[in-house]
């Protein structure tokens, strides 16, 4: 089974970077898709990025595409989100996921989740 650990969140200025580090402990991890997803206060949880298990696979939400880049090193077993020029509705806790599966964008299906990491956007 695989366990994750995101880090690399904190608090940044409108129109700034982050980037976000998944790290999965497990030597299945290659086989897995992963995906990280977003939850602000009093929201629902909701997707940003996936990646297929091989890297050659993305889909990003509309109001991250451009902006925020998914991508994986396996054999660092280690997933990764760029996010650049943030904006105060991207503050939010960011969870990793994982599946072993397709890549997909729907919350539900992923059966691995991270501990979560705040990204704060102040304006």
């Known amino acids: 089974q695989v366990q994750l650990v995101e880090s690399g969140g904190g608090l940044v200025q409108a129109g700034g970077s982050l980037r976000l580090s998944c790290a999965a402990s497990?030597?299945?991890?290659?086989?897995?898709?992963m995906g990280w997803f977003r939850q602000a206060p009093g929201k629902e949880r909701e997707f940003v990025a996936a990646?297929?298990?091989?890297?050659?696979?993305?889909a990003y939400a509309d109001s991250v595409k451009g902006r925020f880049t998914i991508s994986r090193d396996n054999a660092r077993n280690m997933g990764y989100l760029q996010m650049n020029s943030l904006k105060p509705e991207d503050a939010a806790d960011y969870y990793c996921a994982a599946r072993n599966g397709l890549l997909v964008t729907t919350a539900p299906v992923y059966d691995v989740w991270g501990q979560g990491t705040q990204v704060t956007v102040s304006s």
């Open positions: 497990g030597r299945t991890f290659s086989s897995y898709a």
């Open positions: 990646i297929n298990y091989s890297g050659i696979r993305t």
